[in-house]
């Protein structure tokens, strides 16, 4: 479907189109309904509906120079960007813009790696560079670091730590956003900034530390609308000796309580990875009694829990627990998280897991030994990119909410209990939130849980019930404290109306910003909930 950009006809887009190609060259600029196909949401639960999002055309630079001309370029027509590094962004938008007739910004011609050092641990990075790029790049020259990927690992490091985007190493390394040190920017008026020690001629330290002097903006360009990002740096985690796992299983529902706080307190004190908790029940959920027990309303007793597992003959809970180091710390390190938790919590087990070297074989990135299955991404834990992910996605994808809470067993219970219930129109949303559903500890200090409903674009009935189910789910987390992480461009302003402490003074505060640096709205207007005066209404 052929749109226009916000008040432009279709004479002066012609003349714009033409002044892109004119900086890019002609090869690099589409704008047929054939051509621009990739920059549609795949995964939207409004496909060929009147909500859906459309870009007007598509343009790719090659350098930081030709992102200014485009800059300025489309601040003389009033032309929106949308920039995107790779556009693999599935399940939150993928490519798609806030704006229908926006351009997207394709910046994945900009794909150099510009420097890796495995001695002080960083590299820096264009918006280009896949997960895939940086690894082959670090194993192509031997370099002793590992780096720290999301599912799947085609994406781009700047794209994912700009929507603050996870890993499954350990916690410094998992926020990708809080791992990342100083950044280069084109702003909206097309001059080119960089932040912390890069605005230092000549600094030595860029990616070393990332605050520079005076206040920091960089926070300002994650899930952010106030520049483009041509080049970041990132804090590598060195590559560890050995890697070893280790599943701990309590009996009982309440266990879970103590369970949680004990690896909180591994994790915070930099002894583990990624702990990856699970529900042997949830095994269960397929037996239509243990169901209707699991999604009861007001939630079960733990009293009826607890006879299930034992019924079955299973724990109520486990943590897979992961440690990276020399091999005698790894050792020593599972061996005090068994003596710490089993003599806190009776009829707790240890069940050692895997255990090697590093770099790990392609067999051992493959198999895992423990008895309960949990779903360890061990490509993921140890820092090798994969695709593996796409086995988990049916229809034509999903999209994704991750309600944020705090890592404590009584607010996964709470959360369990409250979105079930005010869920309880959408059949689809028992599968997720019920009495088994365990938390995600990707980020470093908080929790997630996943609601990541199914979309089928020939299912239009289908896809409409998730919408509503989402709009609702945003809704009623923000109602008990829990905010989304992370939104399509459909669902940001429904989740930034949310975080509305003080009559919205943040949002107030983010517009008078864009109102500043970006009168016109040239850069992603309506990105994370950010509308510039132009667009406001």
């Given at each position: 479907?052929?749109?226009?950009p916000?008040?432009?006809?279709?004479?002066?887009?012609a003349?714009?189109?033409?002044?892109?190609?004119?900086a890019?060259?002609?090869d690099?600029?589409?704008?047929?309904?054939?051509?621009?196909?990739?920059?549609?949401?795949?995964?939207?639960?409004v496909?060929?509906?009147?909500?859906?999002?459309h870009?007007?055309?598509?343009?790719?630079?090659?350098?930081?120079?030709?992102?200014?001309?485009?800059?300025?370029?489309?601040?003389?027509?009033?032309?929106?960007?949308?920039?995107?590094?790779?556009?693999?962004?599935?399940?939150?938008g993928?490519?798609?813009?806030?704006?229908?007739?926006?351009?997207?910004?394709?910046?994945?011609?900009?794909?150099?790696?510009?420097?890796?050092?495995?001695?002080?641990?960083?590299?820096?990075?264009?918006?280009g560079?896949?997960?895939?790029?940086?690894?082959?790049?670090?194993?192509?020259?031997?370099l002793?670091?590992?780096?720290?990927?999301?599912?799947?690992?085609?994406?781009s490091?700047?794209?994912?730590?700009?929507?603050?985007?996870?890993?499954?190493?350990?916690?410094?390394?998992?926020?990708?956003?809080?791992?990342?040190?100083?950044?280069?920017?084109?702003?909206?008026?097309?001059?080119?900034m960089r932040?912390?020690?890069?605005?230092?001629?000549?600094?030595?330290?860029?990616?070393?530390?990332?605050?520079?002097?005076?206040?920091?903006?960089?926070?300002?360009?994650?899930?952010?609308?106030?520049g483009?990002?041509?080049?970041?740096?990132?804090?590598?985690?060195?590559?560890p000796e050995?890697?070893?796992?280790?599943?701990?299983?309590?009996?009982?529902?309440?266990?879970?309580?103590?369970?949680?706080?004990?690896?909180?307190?591994?994790?915070?004190?930099?002894?583990?990875?990624?702990?990856?908790?699970?529900?042997?029940?949830?095994?269960?959920?397929?037996?239509?009694?243990f169901?209707?027990?699991?999604?009861?309303?007001?939630?079960?007793?733990?009293?009826e829990m607890?006879?299930?597992?034992?019924?079955?003959?299973?724990?109520?809970?486990?943590?897979?627990?992961?440690?990276?180091?020399p091999?005698?710390?790894?050792?020593?390190?599972?061996?005090?998280?068994k003596?710490?938790i089993?003599?806190?919590?009776?009829?707790?087990?240890?069940?050692?897991?895997?255990?090697?070297?590093?770099?790990?074989?392609?067999?051992?990135?493959?198999?895992?030994?423990?008895?309960?299955?949990?779903?360890?991404?061990?490509?993921?834990?140890l820092?090798?990119?994969?695709?593996g992910?796409?086995?988990?996605?049916?229809g034509?994808?999903?999209?994704?909410?991750?309600?944020?809470?705090?890592?404590?067993?009584?607010?996964?219970?709470?959360?369990?209990?409250?979105?079930?219930d005010?869920?309880?129109?959408?059949?689809?949303?028992?599968?997720?939130?019920?009495?088994?559903?365990?938390?995600?500890?990707?980020?470093?200090?908080?929790f997630?849980?996943?609601?990541?409903?199914s979309?089928?674009?020939?299912?239009?009935?289908?896809?409409?019930?998730?919408?509503a189910?989402?709009?609702?789910?945003?809704?009623?987390?923000?109602?008990?404290?829990?905010?989304?992480?992370?939104?399509?461009?459909?669902?940001?302003?429904?989740?930034?109306?949310?975080?509305?402490?003080n009559?919205?003074?943040?949002?107030?505060?983010?517009?008078?910003?864009?109102d500043?640096?970006?009168p016109?709205?040239?850069?992603?207007?309506?990105?994370?909930?950010?509308?510039?005066?132009?667009?406001?209404?």
């Amino acid at each position: 479907m052929a749109v226009l950009p916000p008040d432009l006809d279709a004479a002066n887009f012609a003349r714009f189109l033409e002044e892109l190609r004119g900086a890019v060259g002609a090869d690099w600029v589409w704008s047929s309904e054939e051509d621009l196909g990739p920059y549609r949401d795949s995964f939207s639960p409004v496909w060929n509906q009147a909500e859906e999002r459309h870009a007007s055309a598509a343009v790719a630079p090659a350098d930081v120079e030709q992102v200014q001309a485009i800059v300025r370029i489309a601040g003389r027509y009033k032309v929106p960007l949308f920039p995107i590094s790779t556009g693999k962004n599935f399940g939150y938008g993928g490519p798609s813009p806030n704006v229908t007739g926006s351009v997207v910004l394709d910046l994945k011609r900009m794909n150099r790696v510009l420097e890796v050092d495995d001695k002080r641990h960083f590299a820096l990075v264009e918006p280009g560079v896949s997960y895939f790029d940086l690894y082959r790049h670090i194993k192509d020259n031997g370099l002793k670091v590992m780096i720290d990927c999301p599912d799947p690992g085609w994406g781009s490091p700047i794209g994912n730590s700009l929507e603050r985007g996870i890993g499954y190493t350990m916690p410094q390394f998992r926020d990708h956003f809080g791992a990342s040190c100083g950044m280069e920017v084109v702003l909206p008026n097309g001059e080119v900034m960089r932040t912390g020690m890069g605005a230092l001629p000549g600094s030595q330290s860029w990616q070393e530390y990332k605050y520079g002097f005076g206040p920091d903006p960089s926070g300002l360009f994650a899930q952010g609308n106030f520049g483009i990002v041509t080049k970041m740096g990132f804090r590598l985690m060195p590559l560890p000796e050995y890697y070893r796992t280790g599943l701990i299983t309590v009996p009982r529902r309440r266990d879970f309580v103590k369970l949680v706080e004990h690896v909180n307190y591994l994790s915070d004190s930099s002894l583990i990875g990624e702990a990856v908790y699970g529900s042997p029940l949830a095994a269960l959920m397929g037996d239509k009694s243990f169901y209707a027990l699991a999604t009861k309303v007001g939630g079960p007793s733990d009293a009826e829990m607890d006879a299930a597992a034992n019924k079955a003959g299973l724990p109520s809970w486990q943590v897979d627990l992961q440690f990276f180091g020399p091999e005698a710390a790894t050792r020593e390190n599972w061996e005090y998280a068994k003596q710490r938790i089993l003599a806190d919590i009776p009829g707790a087990k240890a069940i050692d897991g895997d255990h090697f070297p590093l770099p790990a074989t392609e067999e051992q990135l493959l198999n895992t030994t423990q008895p309960y299955k949990t779903g360890i991404r061990r490509y993921g834990a140890l820092g090798v990119p994969s695709l593996g992910i796409w086995r988990i996605v049916s229809g034509n994808g999903h999209v994704g909410f991750f309600p944020v809470l705090p890592r404590s067993g009584e607010a996964v219970f709470e959360m369990q209990r409250a979105m079930c219930d005010g869920l309880r129109e959408f059949p689809l949303a028992g599968r997720f939130f019920n009495a088994t559903t365990a938390p995600l500890y990707w980020h470093s200090y908080a929790f997630q849980m996943v609601f990541a409903p199914s979309v089928k674009h020939d299912d239009p009935a289908l896809n409409a019930q998730v919408h509503a189910a989402m709009k609702k789910a945003v809704a009623l987390a923000a109602e008990h404290g829990w905010g989304d992480y992370r939104a399509a461009p459909i669902y940001q302003d429904d989740v930034a109306d949310t975080y509305s402490f003080n009559n919205h003074a943040l949002r107030r505060f983010h517009e008078q910003l864009k109102d500043a640096i970006d009168p016109d709205g040239i850069v992603a207007p309506g990105r994370g909930g950010i509308w510039p005066r132009r667009f406001r209404k």
